[in-house]
């Protein structure tokens, strides 16, 4: 959809009926989600509702017809979606193709050769997304100080065209040595397949990565094609769906960064939307860490396939500069910044199931939207985790999704029964206790890996819980760590489109640039910071933001001599006003220390790369507060008892349920308690404490608790 005139994002003058309305819309596996913030009644409007996968704007239009807003009437749209990495793990992308340097063409196969399992004689490594038969080569060469070794052979490129042209390709990617350096044979290129395969999806490495390692850049680069005519017709569908609703104000979709995009690039730079929407998801809690001044916390969220975590450290969202998809020992890595989320798939459709030797498993097999879990009653026979909650009472079956939904609570009893319970030779509630402490498990685990593997004590930190899922199995996650404190903020289980509202505008740059810190030149470091930055405007001002506060932030990825992998350090202008090398290698010391648990003073250190987050600043909605009651929770808060099974007890205990919405600031509820709202349930168990802080997020102290939060690490 082409604009003219653009306003600035975030411009309150758009619209006379809601000026300073805006929209944010996360499609998940099971569910989509919206939130709406209207600036003139300073209130946030929710919409949920489940995902329709084959024709994913129907879900978006309910969900913003269930939050009572509508689409003409916003200045932005803000999207998130999960489409980029289910693409890629489920293999289901475009026809792809890719043409690189002659005698290069096994470097994406070949791979960094990890073999984490060195005894295991059935280890397989990464599967390509483009097979060797189409991958081909050029006669071109660059020298890694970006000059011209071999010129390109123009005329060889226009014969692998013609190839490619009988081969009915959709996508092609491109990716020659040192084009980071130089990237003038990929743009000729680009601009020669382009020229001869209309409508072919094109991406060249340059574009998405300014960074050296052939290999990482290569699989972003075949990552970036394969998933992009799918992700372009996506973000298509939805701009034409915005310009038949007679939307006119910006539409940009989350990073994985947290940071914001516009759909014109999304649309060529799809890899970069990875995990837009638990991004997203993260940059609500660091928002919520603002609010309650804390500054340390582990963002979990559980939705209906996959459980994330992600930390909030020194008030900063934690990220990396490559991901792994798939897993380390078979991972095909990313080169883009994102937030450092560790993924699980245990969800809420997660299914339950028996292998060989009769072991309990749960997930990564979701039963989804379609046909969803049992108790959904759309055909669904597999027990999931959800099913597990019904049957041990954690869940309402006259209140799911506000009562907007039943659940069938004899279908989720026969789903156990049938497939877990009798071949195990258990009764049905020992079976779904089963079921969620495995889940349980596995969803600490991902708790545990994006702390531990930074040096981080995940117990110390408290943790904050969203999702639809999150609440129902934050407690038991929170105790098979050691964590001492719980936090369930508003509107849970749209947490993740919750968070968009607080995103900025943002361009991550980066420059390979290797030198010795005792020797390098801060004069040519000033430089291309300077270069990086004047960059990460001009984007901002194509983008019509301009006028917006510019923040900038700069990094280093730095290693000692002799090192091959480095860690990301930021750099403060301070330290490069004063030339200061010691300040800077302390930091670096530092963040090894942190990271490794060992550190070397003095040993030399050297600069790799030099990176630079720009943000244009938008404007954020207020954090609202509750109104104030007593201790007890008022008796319009009480929703009667239920039967909830808990572990470490042989008989279901008598458990009162309170309606979220009327609970106060200052209310405390001892546990056992069940807190029900429209998205989500949250369980506190026996001997927990719950409080209603004065924004109304639940604060639950975990009883008998080993760690408690605050204490020195």
Known sequence: MTKKSKPAAGSATRHPLRPSLRLASDIGGTFTDVAAFDARSRKLLLGKTLSTPSHLVEGINTGVAQAGAEVAEASLFLHGSTIAINTMLERTGARSALITTEGFRDVYEIGRINRPDAYNLYFRKHDPLVRRSMRFEVRERMTAEGDVHVPLDEAGVRDVCAKLRGLDVEAVAIMFLHSYRNPA?????????????????????????????????????????????????????????????????????VQSTGGLYESAQAKEQCIRMLESGPAAGVIGAQALCTAMGAQEAIAFDMGGTTAKAGVIYKGQALTNSVALIGGYDRALPVQTSMIDIFEVGTGGGSIAWLDEGHALHVGPRSAGAEPGPACYGRGGEQPTVTDANLVLGRLAANRFLGGTMQLDVEAARKAIETKIAKPLGLDVIEAAKGILRIAATAMSWAVKTVTTERGLDAASFPLIAYGGAGPLHASAIA????????????????????????????????????????????????????????????????????????????????????????????????????????????????????????????????????????????????????????????????????????????????????????????????????????????VVWPGDVLSVDTFGNLVIEIGNAPTKIGRNR
């Open 479 to 682: 105790r098979e760590i050691g964590m001492g404190r719980v936090i369930v903020p508003r509107a849970p289980g749209h947490f993740c489109a919750f968070g968009m509202l607080f995103s900025d505008l943002r361009y991550d740059y980066v420059r390979t640039w290797p030198a010795r810190l005792a020797t390098l030149s801060f004069a040519d470091m000033d430089a291309i910071y300077g270069d990086l930055i004047a960059q990460g405007r001009a984007a901002l001002e194509r983008g019509g933001a301009g006028s917006l506060k510019v923040n900038t932030v700069l990094w280093a990825d730095m290693r000692y001599v002799g090192q091959e992998h480095a860690v990301t350090i930021e750099l403060p202008p301070a330290l490069l006003r004063k030339q200061d090398r010691q300040g800077v290698k302390q930091r670096f010391d530092v963040e090894h220390q942190l990271r490794y648990g060992t550190c070397a003073p003095k040993e030399a250190a050297e600069i790799v790369s030099l990176r630079v987050t720009v943000s244009g600043v938008m404007k954020k909605p207020p954090l609202e507060e509750i109104t104030r009651g007593t201790r007890n929770p008022p008796a319009a808060a009480s929703a009667g008892q239920r039967l909830v099974h808990f572990d470490g007890r042989k008989t279901a205990m008598r458990t009162p349920v309170f309606a979220r919405d009327a609970l106060r600031a200052g209310n405390k509820i001892i546990g056992p308690a069940l807190i029900e709202e429209h998205a989500s349930t949250t």
């Open 185 to 253: 044979h990929e743009q000729r290129v680009k601009e020669i397949v382009t020229e001869e395969l209309p409508g072919v999806f094109v991406s060249a490495s340059h574009e998405l990565s300014q960074e050296y390692r052939e290999f990482e850049r290569c699989s972003t680069v075949v990552a970036n094609a394969f998933v992009g005519p799918r992700v372009r017709d996506y973000i298509t569908e939805i701009d034409d769906h915005l310009a038949r609703e007679k939307f006119d104000g910006a539409f940009m979709l």
